[in-house]
């Protein structure tokens, strides 16, 4: 037996050259925990179930969620402004629990664990709130179909419900996407071109359940009920959930590295117990175990970067850095260890940036909605009328519209003058999104100036719906639609490449965080606003009869800050270094 033959887990000895040729290079493996063979696993064949169920895990979502702020108003009766706040808080949750799931992911169950467990959760959630609004003494008590009112208990079952859905996406969220992209080889150039191919037609299908979900689940719970509006999109997840396990056998699974947690306390340790130490110029003195895998289980090495040059102390070799011929990792980590860290530090300010755009995009199904209730909902001249939270159908359509034409067109395009295997870079990508954001702000805010100057001038206060269609709102949705395509999918690619490889999950959850502060910071512009414009007995900007605000003032506002935002993303993106590995692991 040779010294190049390998073995794989089950026993059999394979030849380094046939291993070169049929297995992956990036460490993942197949269901059975052997190395993942590239003809029988992974790529497109894998991929429609891992889409099949992002599609109809989206639709529970945004079934729900598109029209839940009516919901609040008409059945909890929640004021304009405290409805806007739970929805929010709730959608915010919905985004920071994919940190717990992604931690989970990375660093113990693996992410097909993580996402199979959490759907259990998540489907017990929604059966809950389809209980909560269709069994008696559960739901509401409803005089008239607008006219309803919950006690305590009945409110409290639709928010722990909710907030069940909202744990059990924290382990679908951050794992799904990645789970997609492992089933292509980093190390292989022709899979790796198939990637961000990927991420447009895995957000291609999100938008598909979001489609459905605006447009047909919103009319079903506006005329039909919430028993069924909220029942619907618990089958959907259920269809989910098979989806899922269908694929199982074709899935390529990436290793857990153990808590990524641990080791950057240890390398944040290991640096300030040798503040005094001088890092050597000469880099290749840095600490790095000799294998072709890095310390961390299943992860490929980083190289070394010149930047946060304290953190390298952690690196530097010194004779107490061992005990009883072993290393003390709370003394002495490896340079792919300190770049781990370092590649966390560096997404840290393009995160941030995240949070206004993410705050825009909340619009959709708060205040876009609530102005949308106040205008003409008719089909053209027909008696057909339509929820105005269907509105936000423009926005899927949107993105359904973009992504082949950003796929097929504009990515082979910008290739020709860039040179860039993906067109545009990631950071390029998101740059456009945020500038397409700004002109939703700007047209939302001209369509209210509008609206509110037709009711000052024709006296429409009192009108439960003035005679302008809601259709003019288009526009906006369209707009958010576009930037979707451009930072949010930009996003999902570059928080998956720039991750380590054993902290993937968690960066996907890094990048989802900013759609929780985004929801947190509109819920908190809500508060300041309503607080600062309400003195005096004045209405103020955003108050229950919105013909008697300002709301256009608060879209002028949410302009302003995308503005800003824009230009520190732009100093931030000239400021940013991509990372780079180091060989295979196969």
Same mark, same amino acid.
């Not at 306390?265 to 300030?272: E, R, T």
């Not at 996907?508 to 600062?532: D, H, Q």
């Given at each position: 037996?040779?010294?190049?033959?390998?073995?794989?887990?089950?026993?059999?000895?394979?030849?380094?050259?046939? %291993?070169? %040729?049929?297995?992956?290079?990036?460490?993942?493996?197949?269901?059975?925990?052997?190395?993942?063979?590239?003809?029988?696993?992974?790529?497109?064949?894998?991929?429609?179930?891992?889409?099949?169920?992002?599609?109809?895990?989206?639709?529970?979502?945004?079934?729900? #969620?598109?029209?839940?702020?009516?919901?609040?108003?008409?059945?909890?009766?929640?004021?304009?402004?405290?409805?806007?706040?739970?929805?929010?808080?709730?959608?915010?949750?919905?985004?920071?629990?994919?940190?717990?799931?992604?931690?989970?992911?990375?660093?113990?169950?693996?992410?097909?664990?993580?996402?199979?467990?959490?759907?259990?959760?998540?489907?017990?959630?929604?059966?809950?709130?389809?209980?909560?609004?269709?069994?008696?003494?559960?739901?509401?008590?409803?005089?008239?179909?607008?006219?309803?009112?919950?006690?305590?208990?009945?409110?409290?079952?639709?928010?722990?419900?909710?907030?069940?859905?909202?744990?059990?996406?924290?382990?679908?969220?951050?794992?799904?996407?990645?789970?997609?992209?492992?089933?292509?080889?980093?190390?292989?150039?022709?899979?790796?071109?198939?990637?961000?191919?990927?991420?447009?037609?895995?957000?291609?299908?999100?938008?598909?359940?979001?489609?459905?979900?605006?447009?047909?689940?919103?009319?079903?719970?506006?005329?039909?009920?919430?028993?069924?509006?909220?029942?619907?999109?618990?089958?959907? +997840?259920?269809?989910?959930?098979?989806?899922?396990?269908?694929?199982? &056998?074709?899935? &390529?699974?990436?290793?857990?590295?153990?808590?990524?947690?641990?080791?950057?306390?240890?390398?944040?340790?290991?640096?300030?117990?040798?503040?005094?130490?001088?890092?050597?110029?000469?880099?290749?003195?840095?600490?790095?175990?000799?294998?072709?895998?890095?310390?961390?289980?299943?992860?490929?090495?980083?190289?070394?970067?010149?930047?946060?040059?304290?953190?390298?102390?952690?690196?530097?070799?010194?004779?107490?850095?061992?005990?009883?011929?072993?290393?003390?990792?709370?003394?002495?980590?490896?340079?792919?260890?300190?770049?781990?860290?370092? #590649?966390?530090?560096?997404?840290?300010?393009?995160?941030?940036?995240?949070?206004?755009?993410?705050?825009?995009?909340?619009?959709?199904?708060?205040?876009?909605?609530?102005?949308?209730?106040?205008?003409?909902?008719?089909?053209?001249?027909?008696?057909?009328?339509?929820?105005?939270?269907?509105?936000?159908?423009?926005?899927?359509?949107?993105?359904?519209?973009?992504?082949?034409?950003?796929?097929?067109?504009?990515?082979?395009?910008?290739?020709?003058?860039?040179?860039? &295997?993906?067109?545009?870079?990631?950071?390029?990508?998101?740059?456009?999104?945020?500038?397409?954001?700004?002109?939703? +702000?700007?047209?939302?805010?001209?369509?209210?100036?509008?609206?509110?100057?037709?009711?000052?001038?024709?006296?429409?206060?009192?009108?439960?719906?003035?005679?302008?269609?809601?259709?003019?709102?288009?526009?906006?949705?369209?707009?958010?639609?576009?930037?979707?395509?451009?930072?949010?999918?930009?996003?999902?690619?570059?928080?998956?490449?720039?991750?380590?490889?054993?902290?993937?999950?968690?960066?996907?959850?890094?990048?989802?965080?900013?759609?929780?502060?985004?929801?947190?910071?509109?819920?908190?512009?809500?508060?300041?606003?309503?607080?600062?414009?309400?003195?005096?007995?004045?209405?103020?900007?955003?108050?229950?009869?919105?013909?008697?605000?300002?709301?256009?003032?608060?879209?002028?506002?949410?302009?302003?800050?995308?503005?800003?935002?824009?230009?520190?993303?732009?100093?931030?993106?000239?400021?940013?270094?991509?990372?780079?590995?180091?060989?295979?692991?196969?």
């Amino acid at each position: 037996m040779g010294e190049d033959d390998v073995y794989t887990k089950d026993g059999r000895v394979v030849p380094i050259a046939e %291993d070169d %040729d049929v297995y992956t290079k990036d460490g993942t493996v197949d269901y059975k925990g052997n190395p993942a063979n590239k003809k029988v696993t992974g790529t497109w064949k894998a991929c429609p179930f891992i889409l099949g169920t992002e599609c109809c895990e989206r639709l529970a979502y945004y079934g729900m #969620s598109s029209n839940l702020i009516t919901y609040f108003k008409g059945h909890l009766k929640q004021s304009s402004a405290k409805a806007a706040k739970s929805n929010s808080n709730w959608s915010g949750t919905c985004y920071l629990t994919p940190l717990l799931g992604a931690f989970l992911a990375d660093a113990y169950l693996g992410r097909y664990k993580t996402i199979a467990s959490f759907s259990i959760i998540y489907i017990i959630g929604m059966t809950l709130l389809t209980l909560s609004a269709s069994i008696p003494g559960m739901k509401p008590t409803c005089v008239s179909k607008d006219d309803c009112y919950a006690n305590s208990g009945q409110t409290a079952a639709c928010f722990i419900a909710l907030y069940l859905i909202a744990l059990g996406t924290g382990g679908i969220k951050p794992c799904v996407s990645s789970y997609g992209a492992d089933q292509f080889d980093d190390d292989d150039e022709v899979e790796k071109k198939h990637k961000g191919s990927f991420f447009n037609w895995f957000y291609f299908s999100i938008n598909v359940g979001a489609l459905i979900a605006s447009s047909v689940l919103v009319w079903v719970q506006m005329n039909e009920g919430w028993s069924w509006g909220f029942g619907i999109p618990a089958v959907a +997840m259920a269809i989910a959930v098979v989806s899922f396990f269908s694929g199982t &056998r074709l899935y &390529r699974n990436q290793k857990p590295g153990g808590s990524p947690l641990t080791r950057i306390i240890q390398v944040l340790v290991a640096s300030v117990r040798k503040y005094k130490v001088i890092v050597p110029e000469d880099k290749s003195l840095l600490y790095e175990i000799a294998d072709a895998e890095s310390v961390i289980k299943g992860s490929r090495k980083l190289d070394h970067t010149n930047e946060f040059r304290f953190f390298d102390k952690a690196a530097v070799v010194e004779p107490t850095d061992h005990i009883k011929d072993s290393i003390d990792p709370w003394r002495l980590a490896t340079v792919t260890q300190v770049e781990e860290l370092k #590649s966390i530090i560096r997404l840290l300010p393009v995160w941030a940036t995240g949070i206004i755009f993410a705050a825009v995009y909340n619009q959709m199904s708060n205040f876009f909605v609530l102005q949308g209730t106040l205008m003409d909902l008719h089909v053209g001249k027909s008696s057909f009328e339509i929820p105005a939270a269907s509105l936000s159908v423009f926005d899927p359509l949107s993105v359904i519209i973009w992504v082949p034409i950003y796929d097929q067109f504009i990515v082979p395009f910008a290739r020709k003058f860039t040179g860039h &295997r993906n067109g545009l870079t990631t950071l390029q990508r998101m740059g456009i999104g945020l500038f397409i954001s700004i002109f939703s +702000m700007v047209c939302a805010a001209i369509l209210e100036l509008i609206r509110l100057r037709s009711v000052k001038e024709n006296n429409y206060y009192d009108r439960e719906h003035m005679p302008m269609s809601v259709f003019w709102q288009s526009p906006q949705y369209f707009l958010i639609g576009a930037a979707e395509v451009f930072t949010f999918i930009g996003q999902l690619d570059f928080f998956y490449d720039q991750a380590p490889d054993a902290m993937r999950s968690l960066c996907s959850a890094l990048s989802l965080s900013t759609v929780a502060l985004g929801n947190y910071f509109n819920s908190l512009l809500v508060t300041i606003v309503t607080n600062v414009t309400t003195k005096n007995n004045k209405p103020g900007w955003i108050p229950d009869n919105l013909n008697y605000g300002h709301l256009d003032y608060f879209f002028w506002m949410l302009a302003v800050l995308s503005v800003l935002n824009l230009g520190a993303f732009l100093l931030i993106a000239q400021w940013y270094t991509y990372k780079k590995t180091v060989g295979s692991i196969r």
